[in-house]
C-alpha cells in the first residue's frame, strides 16, 4: 500500500499541478493523447483532466485491445459459436460486446452456447479436463497480453496437447503510433507512452514520435505518475527538444522483455491486422507461425472476418482515432450506456467512453 500512497501523495499531486500551470504557455494548445485505455480510464477516475489547465487537452487513443477489434473480427466469435460445439475461452471484457445482430455472449452463453471466461490464457488448460469438446481461446491484446498466449500455445505443443485452438486477433502497437502520426487531422504534441506494452518492447518502439518532433513519456498510472509525465511533455514542447522519457522505471527497462519476446516470435509473426474505425494496417496484427498453423481456430474452422463496419450510430472508430470525445457521440448515455452498450468503447474496463460515462458526466 505504500508503494501506491506515494503515487497519490496528495501534497506531490499539488506541487506537480504548480509546475504545471507556472510552465505551460496560456497562449499554447497542448494536445497530449493517452495511448492507453488505462491511462484513459486513471485520468477519469482520478479527475486529472479537470485539474489540468483548460490549454492541456488529454485525449483519448486506440490503446484499449477490446475496443480497437473490428467489427469483422467479433463477428467471427459469434460465426464460431453458431456453426461448432466448442468451448468458447475469453476475457470478460468481450462477453458484452455485440456481434453485428446487436446480441452479446452473455446472451448467447444464456442460450447454452459453452462460453468460459478465464483471466489468463493458461487457465484454457484446466478446461479440457471438464469434457472432450474441442476449446478456442481467443486472444485479444498488444504486446502486453502476446507473451502470455504463446506461453499457452508453447505448453501445448511441449506437452502435445490435443483439441485446444486460438483464434489469434492479436495486434501491434508500432504500427498503429505511424497511422496517428501520419494523420494530418490529428494535431499530437506529445504521447503518455503506455506503461504495460513497454514493459515487453522496451523503450526503442517510440523513436518515431521523437523523429516526428513529438514529445514521448513512458508512463505508468498512478496520479503522480500521469502528471510528472504531463509536466515532462509540457517541458519538452516548450524546449523544441524531444527525447524518450522514462517515468515508469520501476517496472519498465530501455530493453525491454527479451524472454517474452522471443517467445512471441518462436509462435507467431506479423500479419495484416483490422482495426475497427480504421480499417487494415498492415503487419499491425500476428499470425501464428505456418509450423503451428494447426492449432489456428481461423484455419480449423474456417473463420474469416466480415467488413462489417461499426453499429448503426455509434462512434467508437471516432473516438479511438481521438476525433471525438466519447460524449459528442449521439448515442453516448442515451442508446448506448454500460448497462446497454452499443459499441466496446462503453464495455471494456479500458474503454474511453466507459471512463467517460462512469466518472466524467
Given at each position: 500500500m505504500e508503494m501506491i500512497s506515494k503515487f497519490r501523495d496528495k501534497d506531490i499531486v499539488k506541487r506537480l499541478l504548480d509546475n504545471i500551470?507556472?510552465?505551460?504557455?496560456?497562449d499554447k494548445i497542448y494536445n497530449i493523447m493517452e495511448v492507453c485505455g488505462t491511462h484513459t480510464m486513471s485520468v477519469s477516475r482520478f479527475g486529472i483532466r479537470g485539474l489540468?489547465?483548460?490549454?492541456?487537452?488529454?485525449?483519448?487513443g486506440p490503446?484499449?485491445?477490446?475496443?480497437?477489434?473490428?467489427?469483422?473480427?467479433?463477428?467471427?466469435?459469434?460465426?464460431?459459436?453458431?456453426?461448432?460445439?466448442?468451448?468458447?475461452?475469453v476475457y470478460g471484457d468481450l462477453m458484452k460486446v455485440p456481434g453485428s445482430d446487436g446480441r452479446n455472449l452473455l446472451e448467447l452463453k444464456a442460450e447454452g452456447k459453452d462460453i468460459r471466461v478465464v483471466i489468463s490464457p493458461l487457465d484454457v488448460l484446466k478446461l479440457k479436463n471438464e469434457q472432450k469438446k474441442d476449446i478456442v481461446f481467443v486472444s485479444i491484446g498488444f504486446e502486453t497480453t502476446n507473451p502470455a498466449t504463446a506461453g499457452l500455445i508453447d505448453t501445448i505443443v511441449s506437452q502435445n496437447l490435443n483439441g485446444f485452438y486460438v483464434l489469434m486477433l492479436n495486434k501491434t502497437m508500432p504500427e498503429i503510433i505511424d497511422v496517428l502520426l501520419d494523420d494530418n487531422e490529428l494535431d499530437v504534441d506529445g504521447f503518455l507512452c503506455p506503461g504495460h506494452v513497454s514493459v515487453i518492447t522496451g523503450e526503442s518502439l517510440y523513436l518515431p514520435i521523437i523523429k516526428?518532433?513529438?514529445?514521448?513519456?513512458?508512463?505508468?498510472?498512478?496520479?503522480?505518475?500521469?502528471?510528472?509525465?504531463?509536466?515532462?511533455?509540457?517541458?519538452?514542447?516548450n524546449s523544441?527538444?524531444?527525447?524518450?522519457?522514462?517515468?515508469?522505471?520501476?517496472?519498465?527497462?530501455s530493453l525491454g522483455n527479451e524472454k517474452a519476446n522471443k517467445l512471441v516470435d518462436k509462435y507467431f509473426e506479423l500479419a495484416d491486422s483490422m482495426w475497427r474505425g480504421i480499417g487494415v494496417i498492415k503487419n499491425s496484427g500476428l499470425k501464428i507461425r505456418k509450423q503451428y498453423k494447426y492449432l489456428d481456430a481461423s484455419e480449423r474452422f474456417g473463420l474469416r472476418p466480415s467488413d462489417k463496419s461499426e453499429i448503426d450510430g455509434c462512434k467508437c472508430g471516432e473516438v479511438l482515432k481521438g476525433k471525438i470525445l466519447p460524449n459528442m457521440c449521439g448515442l453516448f448515455g442515451l442508446a448506448c450506456s454500460p448497462e446497454n452498450p452499443v459499441g466496446p468503447c462503453m464495455v471494456s474496463s479500458e474503454g474511453a467512453c466507459a471512463a467517460y460515462y462512469k466518472y466524467e458526466i
Open positions: 500551470y507556472k510552465e505551460s504557455k496560456a489540468l489547465p483548460k490549454n492541456i487537452r488529454l485525449i483519448s490503446g484499449c485491445p477490446v475496443c480497437v477489434t473490428a467489427q469483422g473480427e467479433i463477428d467471427m466469435i459469434f460465426d464460431l459459436l453458431k456453426h461448432n460445439d466448442v468451448i468458447v475461452a516526428r518532433d513529438k514529445a514521448a513519456v513512458i508512463t505508468g498510472f498512478e496520479p503522480v505518475d500521469i502528471l510528472y509525465s504531463v509536466l515532462e511533455i509540457i517541458r519538452q514542447i523544441k527538444n524531444f527525447y524518450i522519457k522514462n517515468n515508469y522505471g520501476r517496472v519498465v527497462n
